[in-house]
Nanobody, 122 residues
Framework: QVQLVESGGGLVQAGGSLELSCSAS????????IGWYRQTPGKQRELVAS???????NYADFVKGRFTLSRNNAESTVSLQMKSLKPEDTAVYYCHAAGASADDNYALHDYWGQGTQVTVAS
């Protein structure tokens, strides 16, 4: 099992910056990919950015050049630096991890944080 706890988020003016952090605990060596999704009312949760154990980064097109994902393996944290925020970035942001371990025959598991609200005022 992996537990994810998010911090950061809040209200910011358009063009401003925010940083989200996610701290992972539990069976962190089992994590293959960790990153952030976001969701607005009435829409499906969508990938924002992720990083895998090979340190390969994946960004959604709508955040490329504005958001930066970084991972600190020693502290089991991942941070999302968000710049040039737009009103359409307003959403609940969720930390997500996917992983597998020998403990349960490498069954793939998805883990989610509780979500943190980001509101960008125009």
């Amino acid at each position: 099992q992996v537990q994810l706890v998010e911090s950061g988020g809040g209200l910011v003016q358009a063009g401003g910056s925010l940083e989200l952090s996610c701290s992972a605990s539990g069976n962190t060596p089992s994590i293959n990919t960790i990153g952030w999704y976001r969701q607005t009312p009435g829409k499906q949760r969508e990938l924002v950015a992720s990083i895998d154990r090979r340190e390969i980064l994946n960004y959604a097109d709508f955040v490329k050049g504005r958001f930066t994902l970084s991972r600190n393996n020693a502290e089991s944290t991942v941070s999302l630096q968000m710049k040039s925020l737009k009103p359409e970035d307003t959403a609940v942001y969720y930390c997500h991890a996917a992983g597998a371990s020998a403990d349960d025959n490498y069954a793939l598991h998805d883990y989610w944080g509780q979500g943190t609200q980001v509101t960008v005022a125009s």
